[in-house]
């Protein structure tokens, strides 16, 4: 099963890719993730993303193309994965296709978390997430439910990086899910509510394609 999460920031992504990979046991491939990654671990490349991040801005194709595909060919992804932060661009997607094809893979749905842009503001501005594992959570928690690290701000989530990441997000980002509409593999979901009944609605999202394509 190969799943990909589209939405603004905040819109639930990695909430609801955690959910995803213990129901499938499948990996949550996060760009974001992968980059604060390098950013702890100080790379080269860490520190060309750090600043880059920081602004809300967009690492480049190329880059996060290269990270994909390395990924993407890793052993653990060949029973499936959830794509969570790329494709961003509409460069991205194309590129995306091309490896998908080189792979003999194919997206069995693509997932898009429907929020506005007032609720994306509330929810990254009271965001923790765990310096360990990168789960997020909502403000009233203090430790990670996984491994007890206590949780700390994200620093792309400062009031002066969340705008412009919503502005980046409409300008670049949008014309992403047109690229996917045309394929009929598209699921909207309002992603208002709770975590529990949004949960409910991906998974049934997830779960119609694999019986229609038990049954096709
Ligand atoms: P990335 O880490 O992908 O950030 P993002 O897309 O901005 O998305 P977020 O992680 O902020 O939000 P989310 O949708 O995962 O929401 P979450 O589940 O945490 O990318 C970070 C940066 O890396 C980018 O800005 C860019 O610089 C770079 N980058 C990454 N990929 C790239 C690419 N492909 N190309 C170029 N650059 C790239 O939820 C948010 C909050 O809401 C949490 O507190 C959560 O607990 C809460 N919440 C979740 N669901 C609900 C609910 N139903 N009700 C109430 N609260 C909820
Ligand atoms: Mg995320």
Not at 161 to 187: C, F, N, W
């Amino acid at each position: 099963m190969n799943l990909l999460l589209y939405g603004a920031p905040g819109s639930g992504k990695g909430t609801q890719a955690n959910m995803l990979r213990s129901h499938f046991g499948i990996p949550h491939i996060a760009t974001g993730d992968m980059l604060r990654a390098e950013i702890q671990a100080g790379t080269d490349l860490g520190r060309q993303a750090q600043p880059i991040l920081a602004a809300g801005k967009y690492v480049s194709d190329d880059i996060m193309i290269g990270i994909v595909r390395h990924r993407l060919g890793e052993p653990d992804c060949a029973p499936g994965f959830i794509m969570d932060g790329f494709p961003r661009t509409v460069p991205q997607a194309e590129a995306l296709d091309g490896l998908m094809t080189e792979l003999g893979k194919r997206f069995d749905r693509v997932i898009y978390l429907q929020v506005p842009v007032e609720e994306l503001l509330h929810r990254l501005s009271g965001r923790l997430v765990c310096p360990a594992c990168q789960r997020t959570y909502p403000p009233v928690t203090t430790a990670c439910e996984a491994d007890g690290s206590p949780l700390v701000q994200r620093e792309d989530d400062k009031p002066e990086a969340v705008r412009p990441r919503i502005e980046i997000y409409l300008e670049k980002t949008v014309p992403v899910l047109d690229h996917y509409r045309g394929g009929g593999l598209v699921s909207e979901i309002d992603g208002r509510g709770t975590i529990e009944d949004i949960s409910r609605q991906v998974l049934a999202a997830a779960n119609v394609r694999v019986v229609k394509r038990q049954t096709a």
